[in-house]
Nanobody
Framework: QVQVVESGGGLVQAGGSLRLSCAAS????????MGWYRQAPGKERELVAA???????YYGESVKGRFAISRDNAKNTVYLQMNSLKPEDTAVYYC????????????????WGQGTQVTVSS
């Protein structure tokens, strides 16, 4: 079966960096769009970044210029490099895989991980 597993969360001071990883198995990784979402307490889940099967990237407005998404199809892994972190980046970060390949906000991702906590202290 399909598994999506995030890692790399933790506690970091404001201005610091973290890199999240997401390993997916049980699917043809190179054909899937991959995304990172986050949800903070009391807030709706929001898109952080997405990357299409062809490598095109998309970012939420609040993270543009600070975060970078990338993928390594040989390792079935997608990464989220987070720089210049702010306390408002504190959330549970979820990785998702979409069989649609080319990302669009209209599409719903098929598979989700359990999430990894990122906490940014001020």
């Amino acid at each position: 079966q399909v598994q999506v597993v995030e890692s790399g969360g933790g506690l970091v001071q404001a201005g610091g960096s973290l890199r999240l990883s997401c390993a997916a198995s049980g699917l043809t990784f190179g054909r899937y769009a991959m995304g990172w979402y986050r949800q903070a307490p009391g807030k709706e889940r929001e898109l952080v970044a997405a990357i299409s099967s062809g490598g095109r990237t998309y970012y939420g407005e609040s993270v543009k210029g600070r975060f970078a998404i990338s993928r390594d199809n040989a390792k079935n892994t997608v990464y989220l490099q987070m720089n210049s972190l702010k306390p408002e980046d504190t959330a549970v970060y979820y990785c998702a895989a979409g069989s649609f390949g080319s990302y669009s906000p209209r599409y719903v991702f098929d598979y989700w991980g359990q999430g990894t906590q990122v906490t940014v202290s001020s």
